[in-house]
Each structure stands twice: as C-alpha cells, then as structure tokens.
C-alpha cells in the first residue's frame, strides 16, 4: 500500500474499532465493505487482516470483560460456527480465483442484509432460546466469518433478542469473534494463503485500532443506542448498495 492508501486504511479501521466498542459489532463490515468500495486491498488479504485487527480489539475489551461471559451460549456458537468457518473459507479463496466479481456481489449482499436487520432492534424474548437455535445461527456466523471476517449479524441478532444482561451479551459476543478470529488466522497460515508484501503494513492499523478502542470507552459520543444504530444502519447500508451495484452487471452477463 502506498502512504495515501495506508493512511485511509487506518482512518478506516480506526472508525470501525470506535463503533464496534460502542455497539459491539461492525468492525469486520465496516471495514470490508470500506476496503471493497476503495480496493485498498485484495478481498482474502482484507479479510486476514480484519481477522488479526478483531483479535486486538477483542483482547483489549476482554481484558476486564471476560468474566461476563456466557460459557454455555459461547461454547454451543462455538461447536457450529468453527465447522461451517472452514467452508466459507474455502468458498472465499475458490470466488476469489474464479469469479471476483460474484464475491463482491456476494459481500456487498451480506452487508445490505445485515444492515436492515440491524436497523431495527430485536423484540426480546420472555425466555431464553433452546439450545439448538445457538447452533444455527453460530453455523450461519462462521460461514460468514469465513468468507468475509463478518460473523456479527446473526449473532448481533440473536443474542440481542435473550433475555440476558446486556453486558453478557456484548463480552461474550466479542469472545466468539476473537476465537473465530483465531482459527481464521490459524487456517489461513495452514493453507499457505499469508499476504505478502506491502500488504502487511496494514497491521500498522494495530495501534489505530487499539486508540480508537480505548477513545470509545473513555469519551463515548453524547448519542443515544437508538441514534448510533441508525447511524452504522446508514452507514453499512449505503457501502453495502455502492459494493453489490457494480458487480451486479458482470454477475448477470456471465449467466446469460
């Protein structure tokens, strides 16, 4: 990357960690669909690196948070998501060889959908959801997380919906995405598919994200949740439509 593209990569990141501290998800989105729109970076490489900077701004959060973590809903995420994380990884490196443009599709159609459906918040639930509904959407979580680094929404969505104190929910869903983050980085070096080159001064957004991360907690914005959930729907919902619109036409054309 050249000094230009590292430094809008930082602002990039630096953002999605303030959000993300404040709500809780959004870094990986925020930070796909901003390197999709700009091509910074290759969408695998983007990716990995979203992987290792969630990992940072999970083990800073944790750092105090941990013990609010909801073991038994973590580990039953965790046994479907890890699976289902190797598939999307490879559906990821087989689009990226052979059909670029449906990946982006692909992103900017799972961003879109993620953004409506954070757009409004969960009706709660009186009691808590059986067993195997934390397995499905822990499935859905780590195909997503395999191909984009982007296992929040489903999630995000139900975990908000439980009858469980917010802060549970919050620390054990950034527990998730910093093992998810783990195996991630773990399968890509065991594939032999590392960035190379300038692309590893992307990691220089370590300490941007590490700020950012620190910022939220110490200074958050005089916003109300509601206002900050329409500003990331906004947000994500317009880099999502800028993303998919473009690759819509070659995707269609080579099906006809």
């Known amino acids: 990357m050249s000094a230009a593209e590292l430094l809008g990569f930082?602002?990039?990141?630096?953002?999605?960690?303030?959000?993300?501290?404040?709500?809780?998800?959004?870094?990986?989105?925020?930070?796909?669909?901003?390197?999709?729109?700009?091509?910074?970076?290759?969408?695998?490489?983007?990716?990995?690196?979203?992987?290792?900077?969630?990992?940072?701004n999970a083990a800073q959060m944790l750092a105090k948070g941990w013990r609010d973590?909801?073991?038994?809903?973590f580990w039953l995420v965790m046994a479907a998501s890890i699976p289902l994380l190797f598939v999307g990884y490879w559906l990821l490196e087989w689009l990226a060889d052979t059909r670029a443009d449906l990946l982006r599709l692909?992103?900017?159609f799972a961003i879109v959908v993620s953004s409506l459906q954070l757009a409004r918040k969960p009706e709660p639930l009186a009691w808590k959801s059986g067993d195997p509904s934390f397995l499905f959407f822990g499935g859905i979580a780590g195909l997503m997380g395999g191909m984009f680094s982007t296992a929040g929404p489903p999630l995000v969505y139900h975990f908000y919906r439980q009858p469980m104190p917010m802060v549970k929910v919050?620390?054990?869903?950034?527990?998730?995405?910093?093992?998810?983050?783990?195996?991630?980085?773990?399968?890509?070096?065991?594939?032999?598919?590392?960035?190379?080159?300038?692309?590893?001064s992307g990691?220089?957004?370590?300490?941007?994200?590490?700020?950012?991360?620190?910022?939220?907690?110490?200074w958050p914005p005089p916003l109300s949740p509601k206002t900050m959930r329409r500003m990331v729907f906004g947000l994500l919902f317009l880099s999502g439509v800028s993303l998919a619109a473009p690759a819509l036409a070659p995707v269609v054309r080579g099906y006809l």
Do not use: C, H, K
């Not at 700009?38 to 979203?50: E, F, K, Q, R």
């Not at 990691?203 to 110490?218: E, K």
């Open 69 to 73: 973590v909801a073991w038994r809903e």
């Open 203 to 218: 990691l220089l957004a370590i300490p941007a994200v590490m700020g950012a991360t620190y910022a939220a907690r110490r």
């Open 170 to 200: 919050r620390e054990t869903l950034v527990t998730v995405f910093a093992l998810n983050a783990v195996f991630r980085i773990g399968l890509v070096a065991a594939s032999g598919s590392l960035p190379s080159g300038s692309t590893w």
């Open 10 to 56: 930082l602002l990039l990141t630096g953002a999605a960690a303030y959000l993300q501290t404040l709500t809780g998800f959004a870094f990986g989105l925020i930070t796909m669909g901003g390197v999709g729109l700009t091509g910074l970076l290759s969408l695998p490489d983007a990716a990995m690196i979203v992987s290792v900077l969630s990992l940072v």
């Open 106 to 108: 692909l992103l900017g």
